[in-house]
């Protein structure tokens, strides 16, 4: 067998060597975003009274439409 043939099959065997131990990694301590903290999360907005909610609501509403409105008005003066 040609020497580059080595090559390539020693390079597949050591990326396959690294794949398994980067989803054992993955597996044993996740990177993402964990479904507990996300439990914590809407458990804590649930404990939250309703007024509250709906201000929180009412706020980050108030926030995307300033910033739709703003990104509009951008595009007008930047228009060609």
Same mark, same amino acid.
């Given at each position: 067998?040609?020497?580059?043939?080595?090559?390539?099959?020693?390079?597949?065997?050591?990326?396959?060597?690294?794949?398994?131990?980067?989803?054992?990694?993955?597996?044993?301590?996740?990177?993402?975003?964990?479904?507990?903290?996300?439990?914590?999360?809407?458990?804590?907005?649930?404990?939250?009274?309703?007024?509250?909610?709906?201000?929180? %609501? %009412?706020?980050?509403? %108030?926030?995307?439409?300033?910033?739709?409105?703003?990104?509009?008005?951008?595009?007008?003066?930047?228009?060609?």
């Amino acid at each position: 067998m040609p020497v580059s043939v080595w090559w390539l099959l020693g390079l597949l065997a050591v990326s396959a060597a690294g794949w398994w131990w980067e989803a054992r990694r993955e597996r044993r301590r996740p990177t993402s975003f964990s479904r507990r903290q996300a439990a914590r999360q809407l458990a804590a907005w649930r404990a939250l009274p309703t007024s509250v909610q709906a201000a929180c %609501d %009412d706020e980050a509403l %108030d926030a995307a439409e300033a910033e739709e409105t703003a990104a509009a008005f951008l595009r007008t003066l930047y228009r060609p």
